[in-house]
């Protein structure tokens, strides 16, 4: 039995869900310009299901940090692997600065309404913040651990390239990342990870009814304490 951490079920459902919730995100705002007057728009217009889509991206986003560290498990111990994992870990805490963001972004069409919201993020879009340095390993990443896994053939041709593919993924704030180019990079990060998720999964003995009832009992408790405080 695998005991490193985070461990089996962590991982796998990493890699299952985390491209998996990407997608949905994704798919949730099809139809809408994906850039930010456009995102703001279609948030003044249907608020919940735009922040439904942001909140699936952003949790599909975590959500690929046990993802990532299950990949480069698997890899082995390579400098390679080593870049490659630290630089989209890196990576994905920049995704979570942009969501923080574009959720704020949200927060004033509600408090100023759509033109002032949107005067005010065209003024403060592309200011600096020490995030800005993780763009790199955005869009970086990927291709290091896509390449360290074809090199160590922990993943073929096909799953490496396709893992690679999420490098086209757009960065930043209030990107909706509905284009064909974007779309094939989720559909990529789908092939290369989700499989490996079902294999990890597998490896071993099913859960105890009561760790499955605390884990799901958890998600809802948390969230409402977040919601108090």
């Not at 890196?90 to 005067?119: K, M, P």
């Not at 294999?199 to 919601?227: D, E, I, N, Q």
Request: positive net charge.
């Amino acid at each position: 039995m695998n005991q490193e951490m985070p461990g089996r079920w962590v991982e796998g459902a990493g890699l299952v869900l985390g491209p998996l919730l990407l997608a949905a995100g994704v798919l949730t705002r099809v139809g809408e310009d994906d850039f930010f007057p456009g995102q703001l728009a279609a948030f003044a217009a249907d608020p919940g299901r735009m922040a439904w889509s942001y909140g699936l991206y952003a949790a599909g986003v975590v959500l690929l940090w046990p993802a990532v560290t299950a990949l480069g498990r698997r890899i082995g111990p390579s400098a390679w692997a080593r870049w490659g994992v630290t630089l989209v870990v890196i990576g994905l805490f920049g995704r979570v600065f942009h969501a923080g963001v574009s959720h704020l972004a949200f927060q004033l069409v509600d408090v100023l309404g759509l033109e002032a919201a949107r005067r005010a993020v065209e003024g403060a879009y592309g200011a600096f913040h020490v995030f800005k340095a993780t763009n790199v390993c955005i869009m970086g990443g990927w291709l290091v651990l896509a390449f360290a896994a074809y090199r160590a053939r922990a993943l073929g041709r096909v799953r490496s390239v396709a893992l690679g593919l999420a490098a086209g993924l757009p960065l930043g704030v209030l990107k909706g990342s509905t284009d064909p180019v974007s779309l094939v990079a989720l559909a990529g990060l789908a092939v290369a990870l989700v499989p490996l998720g079902v294999t990890v999964l597998r490896a071993g003995p099913a859960p105890r009814w009561w760790a499955v009832g605390l884990a799901v009992a958890f998600v809802p408790v948390a969230f409402l304490l977040g919601l108090a405080g």
